[in-house]
């Protein structure tokens, strides 16, 4: 039988494998360019001599397509043109998209029906789903993960543009992406990296320079990559505190310095968001300019016991402390004051967690994403923010059958279906909803929303938030010209330059905890021996397993253009031992714990070896799973225990001492937060560590190219005692490790050459100075 919708959607996706050739290019008088695509059926009107782009075809310069108009004028005008259906889709944020799509598991897609291997199209095209999302659902913000290379990206953008030109009132795609510099590019949460691009230290690495000059560099030099890649939103900088050192993600914060992070984060932002002189549009916004949508609100931090809100095990954030004022210092002084043109963050993302007790007005203890007073109450009135709040990927969606099952994350709603959850984030203040492309949920609340309001309200609801979204897609000059040159994406995108300033910022990262009687730097062409580490099998962010090794930590290649590599250690002049810092496999849950009759949950521990938890709490502060697991009412791990799963890490560190007699042994440790040093401190000459950089980045310290100037960003505890004792919600708590060599690992600790540095950094943020 003619399948008469097939042949629509292979024309209309036939029509898109040449429009990247297909952009016309108009300059006006005052230098404002437009870009619009001959095949996408909009039509160019001439005002006074002016070039204006007709994108809802009706002949007509309307106020939204008059880019001599402010960009309030222009986005309430939209608006008010906009149907109820138009306004829901702008109202969604796409899940996970990989350009091109994979063939099967997360982020997949279809071509014509087919994986893209058998579809006979390009890896730059549009996919089925997306098709979908963007005809039907009126979707125009996509979340881009991993893409094949920087011109696939560029030109899948001119495909995706030329297409929304030409439906509806012609909105622009917003395309937005995480944290996609990092040097650590094999980190598997990190689903930004792939593709060609400058690599920059990430997260903690990039708190341990103490330096906001260098991630406003960053942010400069980052938002020109993503603009020549077709992305106009950065989901990030994440500034939540790292002030519970257990937690999976303080390896993404800065530190757990409020004043450190505030000024980190407003230094990202400032760099992301302000265009040079030459490309401004208007108040810093420009050509050059991407949205940053900074998360965590009000601060994903101190999570109970170091679990995380991805889980339900995760689901609460506590304040033993009563301290939530500093997790909000980097939001209210510093995202909410830039002293650019751009004035604010463009964008808040609340996390995903229940922030405990905290709302004293409604007595909710619901998700962030769902909180009337975090957002409504604290966000807006008391703090003034009225830019697009969308909340954190998936929280709408139903969640799995155990506390630990990856899935939807509705935290305090669970007892709600979908759609009510969706009307719940839209009372609360909630613009946009992360991970979903389909509008019909969202369409299902505001009729929720008219029978209770009237159809008057809700109407002026859904109008306010298309305000908010449609502010930040025109201020980076999207309505005039989304496309993107080729030539310059080949140009920008991991330009020499770019990569070298990247680099330059991942050496000066990396901290030197220990140099025993001056053993580093080593000098280049001695012999080291390296020894091999076994990893066993891990199971990664999304479920997924990697094969157990035995194998060098690093590439031989890269070590022998520094040293003689021997595997004899009688050979060798020094050793280096490259190790991660402790993992805790069941991340503070386990599922055997609970079938033999516990509650569930485990410690997690900083610490290789076997951990017992004798000072734990005897009550958690929070409990309950009323869908999942509703008996358990108490979330303590006392007494329970819990071993690395690197342990053979320590071991390996045991193991090279010996055999390495009187000979200096270094490690050199990649952590994703703070750990315990105690194991093994007193048996080595030298500690190198970074938190995820390039292997040569550390050879250039260890060898002495460069000297070591970073700093520690987070407390490193002396023991796993002060660790359980210190306060979820609070700075600088813990007792922190002291030496062999009476050096204190404390907050803002490092050496060079010479010893413990103390500058102008250190006089600023260290506490108590």
Same mark, same amino acid.
């Given at each position: 039988?003619?399948?008469?919708?097939?042949?629509?959607?292979?024309?209309?996706?036939?029509?898109?494998?040449?429009?990247?050739?297909?952009?016309?290019?108009?300059? /006006?008088?005052?230098?404002?360019?437009?870009?619009?695509?001959?095949?996408?059926?909009?039509?160019?009107?001439?005002?006074?001599?002016?070039?204006?782009?007709?994108?809802?075809?009706?002949?007509?310069?309307?106020?939204?397509?008059?880019?001599?108009?402010?960009?309030?004028?222009?986005?309430?005008?939209?608006?008010?043109?906009?149907?109820?259906?138009?306004?829901?889709?702008?109202?969604?944020?796409?899940?996970?998209?990989?350009?091109?799509?994979?063939?099967?598991?997360?982020?997949?897609?279809?071509?014509?029906?087919?994986?893209?291997?058998?579809?006979?199209?390009?890896?730059?095209?549009?996919?089925?789903?997306?098709?979908?999302?963007?005809?039907?659902?009126?979707?125009?913000?996509?979340?881009?993960?991993?893409?094949?290379?920087?011109?696939?990206?560029?030109?899948?953008?001119?495909?995706?543009?030329?297409?929304?030109?030409?439906?509806?009132?012609?909105?622009?795609?917003?395309?937005?992406?995480?944290?996609?510099?990092?040097?650590?590019?094999?980190?598997?949460?990190?689903?930004?990296?792939?593709?060609?691009?400058?690599?920059?230290?990430?997260?903690?690495?990039?708190?341990?320079?103490?330096?906001?000059?260098?991630?406003?560099?960053?942010?400069?030099?980052?938002?020109?990559?993503?603009?020549?890649?077709?992305?106009?939103?950065?989901?990030?900088?994440?500034?939540?505190?790292?002030?519970?050192?257990?937690?999976?993600?303080?390896?993404?914060?800065?530190?757990?310095?409020?004043?450190?992070?505030?000024?980190?984060?407003?230094?990202?932002?400032?760099?992301?968001?302000?265009?040079s002189e030459a490309s401004v549009i208007s108040n810093?916004?420009?050509?050059?300019?991407?949205?940053?949508?900074?998360?965590?609100?009000?601060?994903?931090?101190?999570?109970?016991?170091?679990?995380?809100?991805?889980?339900?095990?995760?689901?609460?954030?506590?304040?033993?402390?009563?301290?939530?004022?500093?997790?909000?210092?980097?939001?209210?002084?510093?995202?909410?004051?830039?002293?650019?043109?751009?004035?604010?963050?463009?964008?808040?993302?609340?996390?995903?967690?229940?922030?405990?007790?905290?709302?004293?007005?409604?007595?909710?203890?619901?998700?962030?994403?769902?909180?009337?007073?975090?957002?409504?109450?604290?966000?807006?009135?008391?703090?003034?923010?009225?830019?697009?709040?969308?909340?954190?990927?998936?929280?709408?969606?139903?969640?799995?059958?155990?506390?630990?099952?990856?899935?939807?994350?509705?935290?305090?709603?669970?007892?709600?279906?979908?759609?009510?959850?969706?009307?719940?984030?839209?009372?609360?203040?909630?613009?946009?909803?992360?991970?979903?492309?389909?509008?019909?949920?969202?369409?299902?609340?505001?009729?929720?929303?008219?029978?209770?309001?009237?159809?008057?309200?809700?109407?002026?609801?859904?109008?306010?938030?298309?305000?908010?979204?449609?502010?930040?897609?025109?201020?980076?000059?999207?309505?005039?010209?989304?496309?993107?040159?080729?030539?310059?994406?080949?140009?920008?995108?991991?330009?020499?330059?770019?990569?070298?300033?990247?680099?330059?910022?991942?050496?000066?990262?990396?901290?030197?905890?220990?140099?025993?009687?001056?053993?580093?730097?080593?000098?280049?062409?001695?012999?080291?021996?390296?020894?091999?580490?076994?990893?066993?099998l891990e199971t990664g962010w999304f479920g997924n397993?990697?094969?157990?090794?035995?194998?060098?930590?690093?590439?031989?290649?890269?070590?022998?253009?520094?040293? /003689?590599?021997?595997?004899?250690?009688?050979?060798?002049?020094?050793?280096?031992?490259?190790?991660?810092?402790?993992?805790?496999?069941?991340?503070?849950?386990?599922?055997?714990?609970?079938?033999?009759?516990?509650?569930?949950?485990?410690?997690?521990?900083?610490?290789?070896?076997?951990?017992?938890?004798?000072?734990?709490?005897?009550?958690?502060?929070?409990?309950?799973?009323?869908?999942?697991?509703?008996?358990?009412?108490?979330?303590?791990?006392?007494?329970?225990?819990?071993?690395?799963?690197?342990?053979?890490?320590?071991?390996?560190?045991?193991?090279?001492?010996?055999?390495?007699?009187?000979?200096?042994?270094?490690?050199?440790?990649?952590?994703?937060?703070?750990?315990?040093?105690?194991?093994?401190?007193?048996?080595?000459?030298?500690?190198?560590? /970074?938190?995820?950089?390039?292997?040569?980045?550390?050879?250039?310290?260890?060898?002495?190219?460069?000297?070591?100037?970073?700093?520690?960003?987070?407390?490193?505890?002396?023991?796993?005692?002060?660790?359980?004792?210190?306060?979820?919600?609070?700075?600088?708590?813990?007792?922190?490790?002291?030496?062999?060599?009476?050096?204190?690992?404390?907050?803002?600790?490092?050496?060079?050459?010479?010893?413990?540095?103390?500058?102008?950094?250190?006089?600023?943020?260290?506490?108590?100075?």
């Amino acid at each position: 039988m003619f399948n008469r919708s097939f042949l629509v959607l292979y024309l209309i996706l036939g029509v898109q494998l040449s429009l990247a050739q297909e952009v016309k290019i108009l300059t /006006n008088s005052n230098g404002m360019t437009l870009g619009y695509s001959q095949s996408s059926g909009i039509k160019i009107l001439e005002v006074n001599g002016e070039f204006f782009k007709d994108l809802n075809r009706n002949g007509k310069l309307d106020p939204y397509e008059d880019w001599r108009n402010s960009v309030d004028e222009r986005a309430k005008d939209l608006a008010s043109r906009m149907s109820v259906e138009q306004i829901a889709g702008l109202m969604l944020y796409s899940d996970h998209q990989s350009i091109p799509a994979r063939p099967y598991g997360f982020g997949a897609g279809t071509y014509n029906g087919k994986p893209i291997s058998e579809s006979g199209m390009k890896a730059s095209d549009i996919s089925d789903q997306q098709l979908k999302f963007l005809k039907e659902d009126n979707l125009r913000h996509i979340l881009i993960t991993s893409v094949q290379s920087p011109e696939v990206s560029a030109k899948w953008n001119n495909n995706v543009q030329a297409l929304v030109e030409g439906i509806g009132l012609g909105i622009p795609v917003n395309n937005s992406s995480d944290p996609r510099n990092t040097a650590n590019v094999t980190s598997e949460f990190n689903a930004g990296a792939g593709g060609q691009i400058s690599l920059w230290p990430d997260g903690l690495a990039m708190g341990a320079t103490f330096d906001p000059d260098i991630v406003k560099q960053f942010g400069t030099i980052a938002s020109q990559e993503y603009r020549a890649l077709g992305i106009t939103t950065a989901l990030s900088p994440q500034v939540d505190l790292g002030t519970e050192p257990r937690w999976y993600r303080t390896t993404y914060v800065f530190s757990e310095s409020p004043e450190l992070v505030k000024d980190m984060g407003k230094a990202y932002i400032e760099g992301f968001q302000t265009s040079s002189e030459a490309s401004v549009i208007s108040n810093g916004w420009g050509f050059e300019s991407v949205n940053a949508m900074v998360k965590h609100w009000p601060g994903g931090g101190p999570e109970e016991g170091g679990r995380d809100g991805h889980w339900a095990n995760g689901k609460f954030a506590v304040y033993p402390g009563n301290n939530i004022q500093d997790h909000l210092k980097p939001f209210t002084e510093g995202a909410f004051k830039l002293e650019g043109g751009t004035g604010k963050a463009s964008a808040i993302m609340p996390y995903y967690t229940i922030s405990y007790d905290i709302d004293d007005v409604y007595n909710e203890n619901v998700g962030n994403g769902f909180s009337k007073y975090l957002i409504s109450d604290l966000l807006r009135d008391t703090y003034g923010y009225d830019g697009v709040v969308c909340t954190d990927w998936g929280i709408t969606h139903d969640e799995g059958p155990m506390p630990d099952t990856f899935a939807g994350k509705p935290w305090g709603v669970e007892g709600l279906s979908v759609e009510e959850r969706h009307y719940k984030a839209i009372k609360a203040g909630v613009d946009q909803f992360g991970g979903n492309n389909d509008k019909a949920p969202v369409l299902a609340a505001y009729r929720m929303g008219v029978k209770e309001f009237g159809e008057d309200y809700m109407r002026k609801r859904f109008e306010r938030s298309a305000v908010r979204l449609l502010k930040n897609i025109l201020r980076v000059g999207l309505f005039e010209n989304p496309y993107v040159q080729l030539t310059q994406t080949k140009t920008i995108v991991g330009s020499p330059e770019f990569m070298k300033q990247g680099y330059d910022a991942q050496l000066k990262s990396i901290v030197l905890l220990k140099n025993k009687n001056q053993i580093l730097p080593r000098k280049e062409k001695s012999t080291v021996y390296i020894p091999k580490i076994y990893t066993p099998l891990e199971t990664g962010w999304f479920g997924n397993a990697t094969p157990a090794s035995f194998e060098y930590p690093v590439d031989t290649s890269l070590v022998k253009k520094y040293y /003689n590599l021997t595997d004899d250690a009688r050979e060798a002049d020094f050793a280096i031992v490259f190790v991660r810092s402790p993992q805790t496999k069941e991340a503070g849950y386990s599922r055997e714990d609970r079938k033999q009759g516990g509650n569930g949950y485990v410690p997690i521990s900083l610490q290789y070896e076997t951990y017992t938890a004798t000072n734990a709490r005897e009550q958690s502060i929070a409990a309950g799973d009323p869908v999942i697991d509703p008996e358990v009412k108490n979330r303590s791990y006392k007494g329970k225990t819990s071993t690395a799963s690197n342990i053979m890490d320590l071991r390996t560190i045991q193991d090279t001492r010996m055999i390495m007699g009187d000979k200096p042994v270094i490690v050199s440790v990649t952590a994703d937060k703070p750990m315990i040093f105690s194991e093994f401190e007193k048996q080595v000459e030298g500690i190198v560590l /970074n938190f995820g950089v390039s292997t040569q980045a550390v050879l250039d310290i260890i060898s002495g190219k460069h000297e070591p100037s970073g700093l520690l960003p987070v407390q490193m505890p002396a023991s796993m005692k002060t660790v359980e004792e210190q306060k979820e919600d609070v700075p600088y708590d813990m007792i922190p490790y002291k030496d062999s060599a009476g050096n204190i690992y404390d907050f803002g600790y490092g050496l060079n050459w010479s010893g413990k540095i103390e500058d102008g950094r250190t006089y600023k943020y260290v506490k108590g100075k």
